[in-house]
Nanobody, 125 residues
Framework: EVQLVESGGGLVQPGGSLRLSCAAS????????MSWVRQAPGKGLEWVSG????????SYVDSVKGRFTISRDNAKNTLYLQMNSLKPEDTAVYYC??????????????????WGKGTQVTVSS
């Protein structure tokens, strides 16, 4: 059974940093594309960033480029999202997501069929 468990969210002031983690189990982690997707209050799902199985290819939505960094540790079956220079508009529930049906990063939430339960990130002074 595929399981994705996010952690690392919390309350941070504007300009601050957080690192999210996603622990994966139930599948061969290193073989699959992983992404982070977020949902802000009252809004729909927004794809944020993705990384290929080997970790050599990454992609970001324009609004987080230069501030967020996605990475993975295949030995630990863990996905990360380092978030710097956080803004109030980054406030959202952040989900990690994967799919066994894709071989490249899909920059849309609908491209993924395995999801964690999410971790709340709140950026506020």
């Amino acid at each position: 059974e595929v399981q994705l468990v996010e952690s690392g969210g919390g309350l941070v002031q504007p300009g601050g940093s957080l690192r999210l983690s996603c622990a994966a189990s139930g599948f061969t982690f290193s073989r699959f594309v992983m992404s982070w997707v977020r949902q802000a209050p009252g809004k729909g799902l927004e794809w944020v960033s993705g990384i290929n199985g080997g970790g050599g290819t990454t992609s970001y939505v324009d609004s987080v480029k230069g501030r967020f960094t996605i990475s993975r540790d295949n030995a630990k079956n863990t996905l990360y999202l380092q978030m710097n220079s956080l803004k109030p508009e980054d406030t959202a529930v952040y989900y990690c997501a994967s799919s066994k049906a894709i071989t490249s990063i899909q920059a849309r939430p609908g491209g993924y069929d395995y999801w964690g339960k999410g971790t709340q990130v709140t950026v506020s002074s």
